[in-house]
């Protein structure tokens, strides 16, 4: 039998028994004696050797010695794996891999995944261990040979690299990564001739590969061979337009034969991608002023100029197409294997922001916390992380790192106000308005900085500064409706100048009529003014704009309870009083008492008992 076709059985096999892998998993927890399944990160604290359904399979193996299932323990491993790469616990995922593996060792598809997991979380010295472990038991893996060889690559063991490449490119011709990063490793040794001929080998099995086009076409230049390189990258260019580098390349081959106008054309193109590139600036007089613009090929250019000489990482340049087409796991794989060569910026920002769209906010934060270690003067780097703390409500480490941003830049008004909205998100009210004031010290022209200064000045109580505030920011913004029903609700609750109060509300509903927070307003001036009719007609229309809110609620039972329909008003109130005990996400905005609430349900209870 063939080791392709043992692997065949030992797949079909498994995919056969998940099918059971649920019922087996049920036993596994309730049959389990004194087992503990938490788990900590970091560690598999889960020990089953004493389950029964353990006790029986390790009796079965010592009876028989041949058995027809597979150790429940790797069972319940591959099922945890699955719901941690689901939640994207990636480091969870390879530790249950780990021990899928250890109980299942022949089975080859765990073993791949064991290895890209520990690459993907950057465990790269296990993952090179593990990988040449599982090539002990299977030597053409080939999954396994390009991980373990790319880390190898990225470590700098060259030649243990080239040599796992070769290898892979034995078992499978047809795979054209191979031979294009065995040809980079070459180029990187000087080997240039032999690096053409890799480069050779990669375009003819993917001549649509735009990176293979790219790099062929860079040793065509290196060797001289203008036509042919010109070819190649603009192969490279068509297949992927946004290849920079490629372009620079096929700038300097227009160059380097004397068209000067088509080089003139794509150094432009680069400009405008790039404005602050002094080397396509310095191409560029170059040409203007030597001359070249006759269309004559100019004497004495070497091959390829500094600028260029420096091979592109090609492991990032693989990363950023991954994550250009949203593949994002692969391209994580691909960060890691650049940062085994160095810490550079360019894959801290890109992993975060993968962990940040699957949700690890944890991850993100660590990798923007090394970018600060990176390029500490860095402000966008510290507002950046410090958004990060916030969304993650770790509120005292983004004030504390907007504060940094502040000392850096005392006089950016945008800084003041990002402070003191972080302070305002701690609720620490005082301190978000002396900052508010600093930001409108800085910038007395911003509408929304009064509109936010009188909301503060209204959560703490002052009145008087809230309204001249927001009559400050419609002075400059006449088309500020959130200003407009600010004033207007303030001034209903005041219960005066309701007037006033109502011709505000209908300039901002004029502005936003489908706003649901802007209809409750409206609603409740007309309550106060006494005509409960039309409040309600406004309240139900709010209830249609908005999700679920606890003080439209409590208006609707106010407005209810006026009208004398006790029932419906004391249903409204028990669903302000549910939302309002539920929602906690905005600890400072406006919400009803719940005692309150409970003395509305219980008012409306004895007035509809003395009605029967």
């Not at 022949?106 to 465990?123: I, M, N, P, S």
């Not at 305002?424 to 900085?449: G, V």
């Amino acid at each position: 039998m063939t080791a392709k076709t043992c692997e065949l059985k030992s797949i079909c096999g498994v995919a056969k028994e998940v099918s059971h892998a649920w019922g087996m998993l049920f036993m596994l927890l309730f049959l389990a004696n004194c087992t503990t399944l938490s788990e900590t990160p970091g560690s598999i604290s889960t020990d089953l050797s004493s389950s029964y359904a353990v006790r029986s399979f390790e009796s079965k193996k010592q009876l028989s010695g041949e058995l027809d299932t597979r150790d429940p323990r790797s069972y319940y491993n591959y099922l945890m794996a699955l719901n941690a790469e689901k939640s994207y616990q990636l480091e969870q995922a390879a530790l249950h891999y780990k021990e899928v593996v250890q109980h299942d060792p022949e089975a080859e598809r765990f073993h791949e995944k064991w290895v890209r997991l520990l690459l993907r979380t950057g465990q790269l010295d296990e993952a090179v261990r593990a990988g040449q472990n599982a090539l002990s038991r299977f030597p053409e893996n080939e999954e396994i040979l390009m991980i373990v060889g790319d880390i190898l690559a990225g470590q700098g063991k060259v030649e243990e690299a080239i040599a796992l490449y070769d290898q892979t490119i034995r078992i499978d011709p047809e795979n054209a990564r191979a031979p294009l990063l065995k040809g980079a490793l070459l180029e990187e040794l000087e080997k240039f001739d032999q690096a053409f001929e890799e480069y050779k080998k990669a375009a003819f099995i993917e001549p649509q590969n735009p990176l293979v086009q790219f790099y062929l076409g860079r040793a065509y230049l290196r060797a001289d061979q203008l036509s042919e390189a010109e070819k190649s990258l603009e192969k490279a260019v068509s297949l992927k337009p946004n290849l920079l580098q490629a372009r620079h390349h096929l700038a300097w081959v227009l160059e380097r034969q004397g068209r000067a106008i088509e080089a003139l054309k794509e150094y432009g193109l680069l400009l405008k991608l790039t404005p602050d590139s002094e080397y396509i600036k310095y191409r560029v007089s170059q040409l203007h002023s030597s001359g070249a613009l006759n269309q004559n090929p100019p004497q004495g250019f070497e091959t390829i100029p500094s600028g260029l000489a420096k091979q592109p990482n090609i492991h990032m340049r693989i990363a950023t197409i991954y994550f250009e087409q949203t593949l994002y796991m692969r391209a994580l794989d691909e960060f890691q294997i650049v940062l085994a060569a160095g810490d550079y910026k360019d894959p801290h920002v890109l992993m975060a922001r993968i962990y940040e769209t699957h949700g690890r906010l944890d991850k993100a934060v660590a990798e923007f916390e090394k970018l600060r270690k990176l390029e500490p003067k860095s402000l966008d780097i510290l507002l950046y992380t410090a958004r990060l703390y916030s969304l993650m409500k770790m509120t005292q480490n983004s004030v504390a790192l907007l504060n940094e941003a502040v000392e850096m830049e005392p006089g950016n008004d945008q800084l003041q106000h990002s402070l003191a909205l972080a302070y305002m998100a701690q609720n620490e009210n005082d301190k978000a308005i002396a900052t508010m004031r600093k930001a409108l010290a800085l910038n007395p022209q911003k509408d929304s900085y009064y509109f936010e200064l009188g909301a503060l000045m209204e959560k703490s109580g002052d009145y008087k500064g809230a309204i001249a505030n927001m009559r400050r920011a419609i002075e400059l913004n006449p088309l500020h409706s959130n200003a407009h029903n600010f004033l207007g609700y303030m001034y209903a609750l005041e219960g005066y100048d309701l007037d006033q109060a109502l011709e505000h509300l209908k300039k901002a509903l004029t502005i936003q009529p489908r706003n649901g927070y802007f209809l409750d307003s409206l609603g409740w001036i007309y309550f106060k003014k006494g005509e409960s009719k039309k409040a309600l007609t406004q309240i139900q229309k709010a209830l249609i704009y908005t999700e679920p809110d606890p003080v439209l609620y409590d208006h609707l039972g106010d407005i209810l309870f006026s009208l004398e329909n006790y029932d419906e008003a004391s249903g409204a109130w028990k669903n302000s009083l549910f939302l309002t005990v539920k929602d906690k996400a905005d600890p400072g905005g406006e919400m009803p008492n719940p005692q309150t609430l409970k003395n509305k349900i219980d008012k409306a209870k004895r007035l509809l008992q003395q009605s029967y």
